[in-house]
């Protein structure tokens, strides 16, 4: 059992039952192959190349007559999941659970605990709590919502994803839970930026009205030139976030506020506005000073 991490699916040669994955260990790439659901060999690589894939492949490989070129073909596949990984420095969960090591422990049964990676089954789609039975006799009366009770139903959904997003990518490995914050805010700014190009000013309004509708107890108190500030009473995006973890032992600290203070600070770069976030129990003081 090694710390292989892998960064593809198992793809299968052609006509065999062998397969391998590429993946990261021991901060180097390394390839991992299987046979049926054994894994028989987790090397590392000095380098991502084509050629050192298809060596670890082949050279564990017991297949009579096995071309070079049918592993090059499979090795080829997972040189383009590598690069996804290496340009976005995050993959989905590709870990097979059933896979067995030489003393048949599954990977399903010591991931969690040895790799603190998160193994994704059917199980883990299911809810994180106990819901209530919802089944319909019929179909019931669905009113337009429009004013506050649209509000209260956009508030409820944007917490709820910052809160889970946030719970769940705490868990993969060091660094996924700021990259996964840092990629949703940099797509946020660029659809505000891009619905307005000839307005630079266009996203920090979007911002102010992102911060606005965290409470129905908004305000815009009058500054001096050059300053703008923004005030909120209770969040109600942070009371969504209490109700959804109630025991504060799931939601990773600074959530979900932490995401509007990632936007804030990319804002302020991008603009060259000052802009702060304070947080508090009570609500937040958000100001945009221009130097």
């Not at 996203?203 to 923004?230: H, M, Y």
């Amino acid at each position: 059992m090694t710390d292989f991490y892998p960064v593809s699916p198992l793809v299968g040669i052609t006509n065999t039952s062998y397969g391998a994955q590429v993946g990261v260990m021991t901060d180097m790439w390394a390839v991992r192959v299987v046979r049926g659901k054994k894994i028989i060999a987790e090397k590392t690589i000095p380098e991502l190349d084509l050629d050192n894939i298809v060596g670890v492949a082949y050279g564990h490989i017991r297949v009579e007559g096995l071309s070079r070129h049918a592993v090059a073909m499979m090795a080829g596949r997972l040189m383009q999941f590598a690069r996804k990984y290496q340009t976005a420095g995050i993959s989905p969960n590709y870990e097979i659970p059933d896979l067995t090591y030489e003393d048949g422990t599954t990977i399903g049964e010591i991931a969690a605990t040895a790799r603190g990676e998160v193994i994704v089954t059917t199980e883990d789609t299911a809810p994180s709590t106990d819901l209530p039975d919802m089944k319909l006799g019929e179909i019931p009366s669905i009113p337009r919502t429009t004013g506050d009770a649209a509000w209260e139903s956009i508030i409820e959904s944007h917490a709820t994803m910052i809160c889970e997003v946030a719970a769940y990518t705490s868990e993969l490995p060091k660094g996924h839970l700021e990259i996964i914050f840092n990629r949703i805010a940099d797509a946020l700014i660029h659809n505000w930026a891009t619905s307005n190009p000839e307005d630079p000013a266009t996203a920090v309004r979007k911002f102010g009205a992102l911060i606005q509708s965290c409470s129905n107890e908004s305000q815009l108190p009058k500054t001096g030139s050059g300053t703008a500030t923004i005030e909120t009473g209770v969040c109600r995006i942070l009371n969504t976030c209490k109700n959804l973890d109630p025991s504060a032992n799931r939601i990773p600290a600074g959530y979900p506020c932490m995401f509007h203070e990632i936007v804030a600070r990319k804002l302020s770069e991008l603009s060259g506005a000052i802009i702060s976030v304070n947080t508090s129990s009570t609500g937040c003081i958000v100001s945009i000073t221009i130097q």
